[in-house]
């Protein structure tokens, strides 16, 4: 079945360092790829998206582009805050326009930003 | 700014007791999903609902958990009875299908349920 990789943290960062999570996948056709985010005792929010090959979805400054090729969709910033520090999730759906829309998430990424 | 609405925030109970948790789906959304997060396993799907029908539940232990949607504004997860391992933040996010798009999901806040 569809499934996604992400990388294991937790990740340790100092304020205005780059941050990149690797995220990969396995899946049947083209799917939908997401980027969620998980602030301490919020549920998750939807950080950005792409649809299909070759998107790039971006949102408050963190990128992702739909690399087909690597089934790939890894999450960068360049430039962290404090206020980035949360648990971040990889997840694919299947493709716009699909009758279905389930969520499958990966583990997880906890990003830990220090002053 | 709409958002989907979780009750309780928490909740905690002892083993065996019948456990209900409720959410309010975004209004206009049609779809609605259940998920259950802890360390150990992650985001798990339990259930989700389609216009009210359910659309699938494998993820859910028949024998103790029950998903319903008693109308368009409502949906619970009950547990009869709980066990120490249901201890977890449980998840529900609503979204609108169909058409030329999906919207993105909404997450409720949880409810963090420890039986004891």
């Known amino acids: 079945g569809d499934s996604v990789t992400q990388m294991e943290g937790p990740v340790t960062l100092s304020e205005e360092a780059f941050l990149t999570i690797n995220c990969t996948y396995t899946a049947t056709g083209y799917p939908s790829l997401f980027w969620y985010v998980q602030y301490p005792g919020e549920g998750l929010q939807l950080l950005l998206k792409a649809t299909k090959a070759d998107d790039k979805g971006s949102n408050k400054g963190f990128e992702a582009t739909y690399r087909k090729e690597t089934t790939s969709f890894h999450l960068e910033k360049g430039s962290v805050q404090v206020s980035d520090s949360a648990v971040y999730f990889c997840?694919?759906?299947?493709?716009?326009?699909?009758?279905?829309?389930?969520?499958?998430f990966g583990a997880g990424t906890t990003v830990t930003v220090r002053a | 700014d709409a958002r989907v609405t979780q009750t309780p925030r928490h909740k905690v109970t002892e083993m065996g007791q019948e456990v209900t948790m409720r959410c309010q789906p975004i209004l206009g959304h049609n779809t609605v999903f259940w998920y259950r997060q802890t360390m150990m396993q992650g985001l798990e799907l339990l259930a989700y609902?389609?216009?009210?029908?359910?659309?699938?539940d494998s993820g859910m232990p028949k024998d103790r958990f029950s998903a319903e949607m008693p109308d368009a504004t409502l949906a619970t997860l009950k547990i009869q009875p709980s066990e120490p391992r249901d201890s977890a933040v449980y998840f529900c996010?609503?979204?609108?299908?169909?058409?030329?798009?999906?919207?993105?999901?909404?997450f409720g806040n949880g409810t963090r349920l420890t039986v004891t």
């Open positions: 997840a694919l759906s299947d493709p716009v326009g699909s009758n279905d829309y389930k969520l499958s």
């Open positions: 996010a609503s979204g609108l299908v169909g058409g030329l798009g999906n919207s993105p999901l909404h």
């Open positions: 609902f389609r216009n009210r029908a359910p659309l699938d």
